[in-house]
């Protein structure tokens, strides 16, 4: 299996055809799967917002206050208000906030970044990022699209690649019914696929002012295996989940 970057990409604006400017630059074949920061994705959809954009209101202030005590540095309650007004959950509120977003992906701040919007103070995620991968399939030679973010994980120091959105493949391998090396039946071995070639997109996409934000994946087979769609955990499921909401932070 390899992995290339799409060069030269242009900084992408509302409106930019990312599936034509995807072709322009690299012949892709059907087997590809094309990785798709999900930065890009978002500007092509105008989700470039300014704090302007969101008046906070009493909860956002409370939550940034609360967040200024603990960090020591200023917290912006339009930023919180962002937050809350992309996040059908808020899981956490100190000493971060810890949300669902609208498509059910768990991370702090609702997955809001930063960095890289010029002219403007926040970058939303896609409002529903398989759809997003599904449009840019529909004009790609190739018949598999992921669309990536990072993020961190419990557990775990430091961020990694994720899926946040696929079209043209289930999200999951399932084993299950398949034999270990030793005849054992597995019975709980669902591989999480799109999240894998997510990580190893991010590895090669980088990071900053050098990162390159559609990376190409050639020569992945998904083999004789089952498929799953599972990805998101179902909440009722979830019981780190349900673990965090009942915890409080104390300082």
Avoid: Y
């Avoid at 089952?226 to 780190?240: I, Q």
């Amino acid at each position: 299996m390899d992995l290339f970057p799409v060069p030269d990409l242009p900084e992408i604006r509302e409106g930019d055809d990312l599936a034509a400017l995807i072709r322009d630059r690299v012949d892709l074949r059907p087997d590809d799967v094309v990785c798709v920061a999900s930065t890009v994705v978002s500007k092509a959809e105008g989700r470039a917002r300014d704090l302007d954009d969101f008046p906070a209101g009493p909860r956002a202030r409370e939550i940034a206050a609360r967040l200024s005590e603990i960090s020591g540095d200023e917290k912006d309650p339009r930023f919180a208000q962002a937050v809350l007004e992309e996040s059908t959950e808020v899981i956490t509120e100190a000493p971060f906030l810890l949300t669902e977003s609208r498509f059910g992906h768990v991370g702090v701040n609702a997955g809001i970044d930063r960095s890289n919007v010029p002219d403007h103070d926040l970058l939303l995620l896609p409002e529903r990022p398989s759809e997003s991968a599904d449009r840019i399939r529909a004009e790609l030679p190739a018949d598999r699209v992921v669309v990536t973010d990072t993020c961190g994980r419990p557990f775990r120091h430091g961020q990694r690649g994720v899926a946040i959105g696929w079209a043209g493949m289930a999200p999951a391998r399932d084993w299950r019914g398949e034999v270990d090396r030793d005849g054992r039946e597995l019975g709980v071995t669902v591989e999480n696929v799109v999240d894998e070639l997510a990580a190893a997109a991010n590895l090669v996409a980088g990071e900053g002012a050098g990162g390159d934000p559609v990376v190409v994946v050639r020569g992945f087979e998904w083999g004789d295996h089952g498929e799953s769609d599972a990805h998101f955990r179902d909440v009722d499921g979830d019981f780190v989940r349900q673990a965090v909401r009942g915890w409080e932070f104390d300082g």
